[in-house]
């Protein structure tokens, strides 16, 4: 139809999502377990083991999607978001918004 926009397919594609302007700014831990604050965890489970591949990603993505900077900068290191980007499974508005505006992050995955 001419002129007209097409409703957004999912909540994910209207929700304002944040992401730090430097990924210098990402100073969370490389290993161990990561507690979650309730107000990112809010589905139930809150501890997540950074050296488990599963749980890593699965953390990653709750903090990416849920997540303010503040969280970001306090929950996800740096080297790893890199290095293991192409294991996270973001919701397609968060994923374009990181791979925009981390270069490095597109040519990882």
Do not use: C
Request: aromatic share 10%; hydrophobic share 40%.
């Amino acid at each position: 139809m001419k002129g007209h926009k097409a409703a957004p397919f999912s909540y994910a594609e209207t929700k304002p999502y944040a992401a730090v302007e430097s990924l210098g700014e990402l100073q969370g831990p490389e290993h161990g377990v990561v507690v979650l604050p309730l107000e990112l965890a809010w589905g139930g489970r809150t501890e997540f083991d950074l050296d488990d591949d599963y749980d890593r990603a699965a953390v990653y993505k709750i903090v990416l999607e849920e997540g303010g900077m503040e969280h970001q900068r306090r929950l996800i290191n740096r080297r790893l978001l890199v290095k293991h980007w192409d294991e996270i499974f973001p919701a397609r508005p968060v994923r374009a918004l990181w791979e925009r505006r981390f270069s490095q992050l597109r040519h990882a995955a």
